[in-house]
């Protein structure tokens, strides 16, 4: 009963966001110009990867793309901060967004998919969107940290241990930020309604933005490497 009642008085605290961002979300005009915004975005972060950074992994290549087709500018100002190999020097701060990154990423994948069986496809209770959407999100974020370490060839106890440990807490702040922005924005929407797309659009970049100071304090306590220096490979 108290958790309802924290849930009940939060959303009462949150309604003012609301009422001012779901008709912003549900506009065709601003949504439209967001998708171009986006797509403008991603073709000039495919451009310099082709043309100035073929040094950069597979895998990295394939974490800003999904960065920025998830948050467009945003993701692209971070790509050009942190994961370029013309970055002058290496810092905490552009690890924290490296690292960020890399979980936002597989995140991202599991939220968008989450969301879209639970509540576009299914239908079901909000709560039930909410604990499948944080499987689906935990199970991408999760596989893309094991994943790598595999083909390095780490054990798979130590690899599940390592993720374990350094993608947990990032994950949670992530999803639990993310998923209650889409749900306090647009729990009825269904998968027609340009409500659904905005909110779950808004919801991905709210998450990473809540997860940042996360990983960054993970990469300062050692728990994180927030992935390699993109200039000494350059």
């Not at 998708?35 to 800003?64: H, I, Q, Y």
Request: aromatic share 10%; charged share 15%; with cysteine.
């Amino acid at each position: 009963m108290q958790v309802d009642v924290l849930v009940e008085r939060l959303e009462r605290a949150l309604d003012p966001a609301r009422e001012a961002l779901v008709p912003v979300l549900s506009d065709p005009v601003v949504m439209g110009a967001w998708a171009v915004v986006v797509a403008a975005s991603v073709a000039v972060l495919l451009w310099d990867l082709r043309e100035r950074n073929r040094a950069l992994p597979s895998l990295m290549k394939a974490v800003w793309t999904l960065t920025v087709l998830y948050s467009g500018p945003f993701g692209l100002v971070v790509y050009w901060y942190a994961g370029r190999t013309q970055i002058p020097r290496d810092s905490l701060w552009r690890r924290g967004f490296r690292s960020t990154a890399h979980c936002y990423s597989g995140c991202g994948a599991g939220e968008v998919t989450g969301v879209l069986l639970a509540q576009g496809l299914l239908g079901l209770a909000v709560g039930w969107v909410a604990a499948a959407t944080f499987g689906f999100a935990y199970l991408f974020g999760f596989s893309l940290t094991v994943g790598p370490l595999l083909q390095e060839g780490v054990g798979l106890r130590e690899a599940v241990a390592d993720a374990f440990y350094s993608e947990t807490p990032s994950i949670t702040v992530m999803e639990v930020t993310a998923i209650g922005t889409d749900l306090l924005l647009a729990a009825d929407a269904h998968v027609g309604d340009l409500l659904f797309w905005g909110a779950l659009a808004f919801s991905l970049s709210v998450g990473y933005l809540a997860a940042y100071p996360v990983n960054a304090a993970l990469v300062r306590a050692g728990v994180k490497e927030g992935m390699k220096n993109p200039a000494e490979m350059g």
